[in-house]
């Protein structure tokens, strides 16, 4: 399957706003102010304890609320109706359509979502594992979490994309996997935006 960088981006985004509300749903609501304080400072939301950050979470007018985190996910589906099989785009519309009636079912849908995809080509499921672990890196660095696992997954993405002919981010991957900081970090998220804009 030769997979367009476009829809490469779109996979990988995919892949990092489900992440990212897979771990807000496992940490939802919050109940401890210091634990909240801290993911609120690590990702510049204007919240000052649990509740405040709870209810900010649920404000679909946020722009890092469950609603609108979904709202980019959906965009994502529909920007690659050509690229997943049938059966899967229309699970993943089904889906999508529930948790836009319900946004209870936000969380549950986002986890039937990514094991949809897991089944798609290997194309599609390298760039959506990147895109995974690209989004639990730069929330393992915010807030000083562990991230051993997680350097070895890219290590093996990037090994994968390599041998594809995706080689433009093996330069700035060493620099990262010596060094996992901030500074390396946006290098190499940099990095990997300017491979889906450049013909490969």
Known sequence: MILLNSNA???????RYLTRIQYLCSQFPFHNNQDALEYAHAFCLPAFDASSLNTLLLDTEQPSSFGQQF?????????????????AYAELNQLIKNATEN???ICDVAGECQEILEAESEFIFLF???????EQLDRQLRL?????????????????????GWDRLDSAWQQ??????SMN???FS???QNLFEVDV
């Open 128 to 134: 959506f594992t990147l895109g995974q672990n690209i």
């Open 185 to 187: 970090f946006y290098q």
């Open 144 to 164: 000083k979490q562990d991230r051993t696992m997680t350097l070895e997954n890219i290590d093996k993405t990037v090994d994968l994309l390599n041998q594809m």
């Open 190 to 192: 940099d990095h990997i």
């Open 176 to 181: 990262l996997k010596l060094k996992p900081d």
């Open 103 to 105: 946004v209870s079912y």
């Open 9 to 15: 981006q779109h996979i990988f985004w995919l892949g």
């Open 71 to 87: 709202q980019h996910a959906k965009d994502n589906v529909q920007d690659l109706r050509g690229v997943f099989s049938a059966k």
